[in-house]
């Protein structure tokens, strides 16, 4: 059973920081680790897809990174901006597209 | 293309009614996905399909069914509603669910009263 955990729940950091979102998945035998945003009260934007065969995709300030082998992706943000605060959320699949519970991240000016 | 359409975007039921999801994607995806999003939580998978015909259980399916008889649509039928199905359901979509992203609907939120 895939079982996906996000850490830290939460983040707040000041306008300007670098900062990195954890994911980790059980199963590694996944097709792909997705990365969406989630803002309050609405539906899910997808950012990065990372595919099973790679070990990075980037989009503009965001970088995501695969490591099937630890069961660990990571999304890096470069230089922080207060509408980069959202809930940010990982998906592992395996056909089934599973889940963390995502990270809350607060970017303050 | 309209995406992912979800309706309704708001309904309130009281206990041991019947209602269903609808959800309705125009990008000729094959697969689909039935989410729920309790307060401050993640994701948790209901049910899934793969195809036309083809449906299988997630994580949370107690309570709940569904049907695919067209690529375009997959409706959630609740049965017997419970104060527990209490909460906000995004439908989704991907083309075929190994190398392409997946597409969210706006949600439809739930009270059962």
């Known amino acids: 059973k895939q079982e996906v955990t996000q850490i830290p729940a939460a983040l707040s950091v000041p306008e300007g920081e670098n900062l990195v979102l954890n994911c980790s998945f059980t199963d590694s035998a996944i097709y792909n680790l997705q990365w969406f945003r989630q803002d309050p009260g609405k539906g899910l934007t997808s950012l990065l897809l990372?595919?099973?065969?790679?070990r990075e995709q980037t989009s503009g300030r965001l970088n995501a990174s695969l490591d099937k082998s630890s069961g660990r992706s990571t999304l890096y943000i470069a230089a922080s901006q207060p509408g980069d605060s959202a809930t940010y959320l990982c998906a592992a699949s395996t056909g089934k597209l599973i889940f963390g519970q995502g990270t809350t991240l607060q970017v303050k000016p | 293309n309209a995406g992912v359409t979800q309706t309704p975007k708001f309904r309130i039921l009281k206990i041991g009614q019947s209602m269903t999801l609808q959800c309705a994607q125009d990008?000729?995806?094959?697969?689909m996905y039935w989410y729920r999003q309790d307060p401050g939580m993640g994701l948790k998978l209901i049910y899934y399909?793969?195809?036309?015909?083809?449906?299988d259980k997630g994580e949370v399916p107690n309570g709940y069914n569904v049907s695919r008889s067209t690529t375009e649509d997959f409706p959630l039928r609740l049965e017997l509603a419970a104060p527990s199905q209490t909460s906000v359901y995004f439908c989704?979509?991907?083309?075929?669910?190994?190398?392409?992203?997946?597409?969210f609907g706006q949600g439809t939120r739930l009270t059962v009263v």
């Open positions: 990372i595919q099973s065969s790679q």
């Open positions: 990008m000729n995806h094959n697969y």
């Open positions: 989704a979509s991907s083309f075929n669910g190994q190398n392409t992203e997946a597409f």
């Open positions: 399909s793969v195809g036309a015909g083809i449906t």
